[in-house]
T-cell receptor, first 111, second 114 residues
Framework: GEDVEQSLFLSVREGDSSVINCTYT??????LYWYKQEPGAGLQLLTY?????DMKQDQRLTVLLNKKDKHLSLRIADTQTGDSAIYFC???????????FGKGTSLLVTP | DTGVSQDPRHKITKRGQNVTFRCDPI?????LYWYRQTLGQGPEFLTY????????KSRLLSDRFSAERPKGSFSTLEIQRTEQGDSAMYLC????????????FGPGTRLTVT
């Protein structure tokens, strides 16, 4: 199967910006998604981007898409301790409906 | 609460027992998905329903696993003769037919097989 790659850990100070990177493999993916998972909980949809866009901003979140390099990033401005969680990027699989997830990036925000 | 709900939230069972989990999707969502998530991994797709029809099953769904969605609303996932390797978080998600593919997840059922 295809692999969605993410760096495993990121640590930032409260108030700084966080940038979480992802490399996906399916160039035909129409949408790409970012999810947040807190300990012991399900996945919360944060934002998503259509593949014909290169940027999407939603309050403190900015998604950048480089389709040529199949690179997706999520920037969180003014990171807060409540942002500490695991962040997953996901692409729609070849089937057109199931999601392929990366292994997740664990974000730690320190005071 | 109009989100996806799952029951039970936690299940501890002995190896060899059967277990059944339930998922109630968001009302009027035609599509329903089951995923499995093990520690340190992202969710892995198991199966997909559109209304009551099971349209896709992944290779991960062995013969011991069966899923149903009899009336196109709630779904059940049954694991027969559980093995320790079945220990995982089982996540359910749903979305409408019309949309941008975004899936809404429930809180998951944590299964521990001893």
């Amino acid at each position: 199967g295809e692999d969605v790659e993410q760096s495993l850990f990121l640590s930032v100070r409260e108030g700084d910006s966080s940038v979480i990177n992802c490399t996906y493999t399916d160039s035909s993916s129409t949408y790409l998604y970012w999810y947040k998972q807190e300990p012991g909980a399900g996945l919360q949809l944060l934002t998503y981007i259509f593949s014909n866009m290169d940027m999407k901003q939603d309050q403190r979140l900015t998604v950048l898409l480089n389709k040529k390099d199949k690179h997706l990033s999520l920037r969180i401005a003014d990171t807060q301790t409540g942002d500490s969680a695991i962040y997953f990027c996901a692409e729609i699989s070849n089937s057109g409906y199931a999601l392929n997830f990366g292994k997740g990036t664990s974000l730690l925000v320190t005071p | 609460d109009t989100g996806v709900s799952q029951d039970p939230r936690h299940k501890i069972t002995k190896r060899g027992q059967n277990v059944t989990f339930r998922c109630d999707p968001i009302s009027e969502h035609n599509r329903l998905y089951w995923y499995r998530q093990t520690l340190g991994q992202g969710p892995e797709f198991l199966t997909y329903f559109q209304n009551e029809a099971q349209l896709e099953k992944s290779r991960l769904l062995s013969d011991r696993f069966s899923a149903e969605r009899p009336k196109g609303s709630f779904s059940t996932l049954e694991i027969q003769r559980t093995e320790q390797g079945d220990s995982a978080m089982y996540l359910c998600a749903s979305n409408p037919l019309a949309g941008e593919g975004e899936q809404y997840f429930g809180p998951g059922t944590r299964l521990t097989v001893t």
